[in-house]
């Protein structure tokens, strides 16, 4: 196997669904089935918080969600757990820079397995690229509820920054993206959108995310 091409990483980063239970209105796994119904490009399970599942209530939520992705054709993520990740099988991670490093996670996971790494900065944003990143996750965007020890707000501004220095990696923006503001996200050279609360929250989540594949779809 090898590693994923970055042109077909773009396409999946389109609308990038992240959520765990905390985030849902009802049952996580029928927010994921219609999610995916509506559109969504590829699920980032994210059992966080205050709340969030523990134990072996968080494992089965993960296997659920995971089956689900599988049975859909959409790719799964898993946020943080190396160990989490490597168990299922999954389709990659994503990590932070708090998290542990890209660097070690490629050498644990191998080259087939995507990895996201978050970055504010250019510098971050090199320094990822170097430990063996497959995309960028930038945030946030805009002012966010859905993660408490959050970054402050940047707008685009460090979207357009990796871009103006000829960097091709494939880059999502994340944090505060609504259908309203998603268009400058990727007229600042963004691959695509992160969601959390303006999916998993929706009142109808099919057409939250069909409304977002319409609008980065253009
Ligand atoms: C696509 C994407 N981008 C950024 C993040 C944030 O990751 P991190 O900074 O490690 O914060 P937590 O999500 O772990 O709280 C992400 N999860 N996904
Ligand atoms: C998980 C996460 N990471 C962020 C970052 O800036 O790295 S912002 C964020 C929360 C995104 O949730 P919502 O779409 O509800 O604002
Ligand atoms: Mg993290």
Do not use: W
């Not at 918080?49 to 089965?60: C, D, M, Q």
Request: proline share 4%; net charge negative.
């Amino acid at each position: 196997m090898e590693r994923i091409n970055s042109d077909a990483l773009r396409r999946l980063l389109k609308v990038y669904f992240i959520m765990g239970s905390i985030n849902c209105r009802k049952s996580p796994e029928e927010v994921l089935s219609e999610a995916i119904a509506g559109g969504i490009t590829m699920f980032q399970f994210r059992e966080k918080g205050p709340g969030a599942l523990t134990g072996n209530a968080r494992l089965e939520l993960a296997q659920n969600l995971q089956q689900i992705c599988r049975d859909l054709g959409v790719p799964f993520i898993v946020n943080d757990d190396i160990e989490l990740a490597i168990a299922l099988d999954a389709d990659g991670i994503h990590v932070g820079q708090n998290d542990e490093p890209a660097k070690a996670i490629r050498q644990r996971i191998g080259i087939q397995k995507i990895i996201g790494v978050s970055a504010h900065s250019l510098y971050e944003a090199r320094q990822a690229i170097t430990d063996g990143a497959d995309y960028l996750g930038i945030g946030p965007i805009y002012p966010t509820s859905s993660k408490d020890d959050a970054e402050a707000v940047q707008g685009t501004f460090v979207i357009e920054r990796v871009r103006n220095s000829r960097i091709a990696i494939p880059l999502v923006g994340i944090g505060g993206i609504t259908v309203h503001n998603a268009l400058p996200v990727i007229n600042a050279g963004a691959d695509g959108v992160s969601i959390i609360s303006a999916v998993a929250g929706a009142e109808d989540v099919r057409a939250a995310a069909q409304s977002f594949v319409k609008v980065v779809q253009g």
